[in-house]
């Protein structure tokens, strides 16, 4: 069964930091997309980040430059490390992984391509 656990949410002012972990278990870790989604009250989910099976990231255009996207193929792990957040930030952050036809070298960014999902860690940022 396919695990995702995400944690590290929080509140912070803007301008601070936060990192998300995403613990992933009974997938091939190895050989999949993975990435980060946020989802606000009353918006669609948008892509934040993905990583590709080997290693390539995407990033939305609101959050590159500030945040980064990595992966820790021995514990398992997803991370996001946010900074200069800013309160347009606050969301529910959820982890995805899927290894289907859009799992490319360039992994996608919409949602709508990844099928194993985490609870969501709610970020908070205040201005």
């Known amino acids: 069964q396919v695990q995702l656990v995400e944690s590290g949410g929080g509140s912070v002012q803007a301008g601070g930091s936060l990192r998300l972990s995403c613990a992933v278990s009974g997938y091939r870790y190895g050989r999949t997309c993975m990435g980060w989604f946020r989802q606000a009250p009353g918006k669609e989910r948008e892509g934040v980040s993905t990583i590709g099976r080997y290693g390539t990231p995407n990033y939305g255009d609101s959050v590159k430059g500030r945040f980064t996207i990595s992966k820790d193929n021995a514990e398992n792990t997803l991370y996001l490390q946010m900074n200069s957040l800013k309160p347009e930030d606050t969301a529910m952050y959820y982890c995805?992984?899927?290894?289907?036809?859009?799992?490319?070298?360039?992994?996608?960014?919409?949602?709508?391509?990844?099928?194993?999902w985490g609870q969501g860690t709610q970020v908070t940022v205040s201005s």
């Open positions: 995805a992984a899927d290894s289907g036809p859009y799992c490319t070298i360039v992994p996608s960014l919409s949602f709508r391509h990844y099928n194993y």
